[in-house]
């Protein structure tokens, strides 16, 4: 991973953060030595789900299906752009 693919993510989840704070959502942004970052939502149930972003040929996509998202999934992925991405990541995380 180079330099500025690392700093467009932290971006892209830093912005996902923030939109997920106003809604009320808890977040933490994850900066690890080696990887990528990670921002996790912690629920009032207790749990704790990981939001990643990835690059495809035509942009950034959070992801929080990690290991399986890859395939593409209905309803596991939304693009990093999109308007309401905080609404859709909310709502999937948190069903």
Aim: proline share 3%.
């Amino acid at each position: 991973m180079t330099a500025v693919e690392r700093r467009a993510r932290f971006v892209h989840l830093t912005r996902l953060g923030w939109d997920l704070h106003g809604l009320g959502v808890r977040t933490s942004l994850v900066l690890p030595v080696a990887g990528q970052p990670i921002l996790e939502i912690h629920s009032t149930a207790g749990t704790v789900a990981r939001i990643t972003v990835v690059r495809r040929y035509c942009g950034w996509a959070y992801v929080w299906r990690p290991w399986w998202a890859r395939l593409w999934r209905r309803g596991e992925w939304v693009w990093a752009e999109a308007d309401n991405a905080a609404d859709v990541v909310m709502s999937a995380v948190t069903a």
